[in-house]
């Protein structure tokens, strides 16, 4: 049987601001990658989003990100590797605290927004990143853009590595993801995202924005829970994949 982690980016709210469904989202995947601080959340939000997760019995993954709460870290900083380094073992740290009090352990590593797709084509900025995990705890699992460099560059130093598709975006015939200022960035029609994510399963392609098919390892699915539609969306992909005979598990069950 097709196995294969569903996972969603969380604990993204801060103050005031509200992001996404988690309460919601959080019972429908399997693993949860959780804001630390930098792109969004807060210690209140880190700490609830850790409790649910943990409730739900799924996963939890640290999600670092660039320091820039303003542009939800999707713009792109000119940092180096050792910059890199620091910033993912700060965030590791703070998002470690909350699971150490609450006796859950961390699994995985995602990286957030521009900081995820730079390391995706930048290897000396994905090793930055991958020295921070190993130094921090060489059992977590880095869970990167299939085909990427930060994916590589996990599996060259030794960590668990674990590859990443993503149901609602476009891919450029490189592997990469199509810059969401463009068209064809998302995919918003579940029924599309629903084949799209079936036949990178089981036919191990995805069909890039130029019309091109190209190959694609999904040992994990990433489903946004901030859209319009996000619950809809989630529940059925979930449905899907179920019917399908695919079963979900989490990602330390996956690598």
């Known amino acids: 049987m097709d196995r ?46 850790v409790v649910m997760a943990a409730g739900a019995g799924i996963g939890v993954g640290a999600h670092p990100g660039f320091p820039d709460l303003m542009g939800f870290g999707r713009r792109n900083m000119v940092i180096t590797p050792a910059e890199a380094r620091a910033y993912t073992l700060y965030q590791l740290g703070a998002l470690s605290g ?17 900081l995820y797709n730079m390391a995706g084509k930048d290897y000396a900025l994905a090793r930055g990143i991958c020295e921070a995990i190993k130094d921090f705890d060489p059992s977590l699992i880095v869970l990167a853009l299939s085909g990427g460099e930060l994916l590589r560059c996990a599996r060259d130093m030794g960590l668990r590595a674990a590859s990443e598709v993503f149901a609602d975006r ?12 463009k068209e064809g960035a998302m995919i918003t029609d579940e029924n ?19 019309g091109k098919d190209i190959p694609i390892e999904a040992d994990s699915v990433c489903v946004h829970g901030d859209g319009p539609k996000a619950l809809a969306f989630v529940e059925k992909i ?18």
């Open 192 to 210: 599309v995202a629903i084949e799209r994510v079936v036949r990178m399963i089981r036919e191990k392609t995805v069909t890039a924005v130029t």
């Open 170 to 181: 476009g891919y450029e015939e490189d592997g990469s993801l199509v810059n969401r200022k």
């Open 238 to 255: 979930r449905a899907a994949l179920t019917q399908q005979g695919i079963e979900i598990r989490p990602l330390g069950e996956i690598v």
């Open 98 to 114: 909350f699971c150490r009090a609450k006796g859950i352990a961390l699994q995985h590593v995602k990286p957030h927004g521009a």
């Open 4 to 49: 294969v982690d569903l996972n969603c980016d969380l604990g993204e709210s801060f103050g005031a601001y509200t992001i996404g469904c988690d309460e919601l989202v959080i019972p429908l995947v399997s693993s949860a990658n959780v804001a630390c601080g930098f792109h969004a959340s807060d210690p209140v939000v880190m700490e609830k989003t």
